[in-house]
């Protein structure tokens, strides 16, 4: 029986592998489809079935652009230990038909160098707008037996380059369904954001500080009448009961909701004007509700700005206030004018959002930037294809 094996190292990865999973199992339901995530822990119950050594690390895999400290950090938590022990597991995976690495150049060399088995490459790291691919990493995905790049600018750097590269849309855009309108109690009267906190370490701090911004730029505008509605994501990968923790923090008053699907708890505020939502699931639709979004996360952020909602990002903790830090400025690349990142100062940050909202010419531009940049879903149909094809030549 043909089996695939997708091997992803970033949480953003994983959700990609999932696309990809998703459409390999429509074209071909029969076939075995399995996901090692060389970064995180895969959540009890996702699709596709998780396989091999797991663990959580410090850095939530950000090691990438010379990040010394996480690197360091993650190797005392036993980062190399882990790596090790997944690295024996990928040289079990010979009967494989296929693999598939979504990420960087190094789970495509772990997939090659272990696994010896056709692997196709889904380059979600790496864009032509940000930093180009080295002269090591085209020569690691010229081994690949089809690469897909994240950008059309991208693929033809590297098939400059030699390497087998295409650009078939964003895989990114593929986890936005179309939107079920009535998923979600959406105040038609509100201003409305989502809130996306990330799914690494720092999601409950990220959370506490957009909650306490919330309550500040509700204050700032109720001499207006405007009442706000704010949707906070709880992704996958993120404890519930520390986003709850650390929204109660700001003195909100938590309300359970079993009842609704993805609410999964309301947040009462002193400001009359503001209703907060907690949301598992029901991603795309919190997306397509919002006017504005207020994002610390990665994939999350992309997809935001993908949907055409004006993306606004805290810089990173701790750099100069006439700095983003190098996380941000690299999403501010890819992004660029459909990201707005301000200083991570509360009355800087609500400063710049009530500016924003009241700027309706720049939010549109930044909506149209945002689809622009990253482009049209349906991918992960046509990776699938290439896949498959693949995995149909080995067996």
């Not at 709850?244 to 938590?254: N, P, Q, V, Y």
């Not at 509700?289 to 949907?307: H, I, R």
Request: proline fraction near 5%; aromatic fraction near 4%; charged fraction near 20%.
């Amino acid at each position: 029986m043909r089996s695939i094996l997708l091997v992803s190292n970033g949480h953003g990865e994983a959700a990609i592998a999932g696309y990809i999973a998703s459409a390999l199992r429509t074209k071909a339901p029969a076939i075995v489809i399995e996901h090692l995530p060389l970064v995180g822990r895969a959540p009890d119950g996702a699709w596709p079935p998780a396989v091999g050594p797991q663990a959580e690390m410090p850095s939530g895999g950000l090691v990438t652009y010379g990040n010394a400290r996480n690197v360091f950090g993650d190797i005392r938590a036993g980062l190399l230990g882990l790596s090790l022990r997944q690295f024996v597991f990928l040289a079990g995976q010979r009967e494989r038909s296929a693999l598939v690495a979504v990420g960087d150049v190094y789970c495509l060399a772990a997939c090659l160098i272990f696994a010896r088995r056709p692997t196709a490459f889904v380059a979600t790291a790496k864009s032509e707008l940000v930093a180009p691919h080295s002269r090591l990493e085209c020569a690691i995905a010229k081994r690949a037996a089809a690469t897909f790049a994240r950008d059309a600018l991208t693929a033809q750097a590297l098939q400059r380059r030699g390497v087998r590269a295409q650009w078939v849309g964003n895989l990114m855009m593929d986890g936005l369904a179309q939107p079920d309108p009535g998923a979600l109690p959406v105040r038609a009267d509100a201003i409305r954001f989502a809130v996306l906190p990330g799914s690494r370490h720092d999601a409950a701090d990220n959370a506490r500080a957009a909650g306490r911004r919330l309550r500040l730029i509700a204050a700032a505008l109720a001499g207006r009448g405007a009442a706000l509605q704010a949707f906070v994501s709880v992704a996958p990968s993120a404890s519930l009961a520390d986003l709850e923790r650390a929204i109660a923090a700001e003195g909100f008053e938590l309300r359970h909701r079993p009842a609704d699907a993805g609410i999964v708890a309301t947040a009462a505020a002193r400001e009359r004007n503001l209703e907060v939502m907690l949301v598992r699931g029901c991603f795309a639709e919190m997306l397509a509700a919002s006017d504005v979004v207020l994002g610390q996360a990665g994939t999350a952020n992309e997809q935001a700005a993908g949907m055409g909602r004006p993306v606004i990002a805290a810089s990173d903790p701790g750099v100069p206030p006439q700095r983003v830090g190098w996380y941000r400025q690299r999403q501010q690349r890819l992004l660029g004018d459909a990201l707005l990142v301000l200083p991570d100062d509360d009355g800087d940050f609500v400063r710049g959002v009530v500016q924003l909202l009241d700027d309706p010419e720049r939010k549109r531009r930044m909506a149209i930037t945002g689809r622009e940049r990253m482009g049209e879903a349906g991918a992960a149909a046509k990776v699938a294809d290439v896949v498959l094809t693949l995995a149909g030549r080995s067996s």
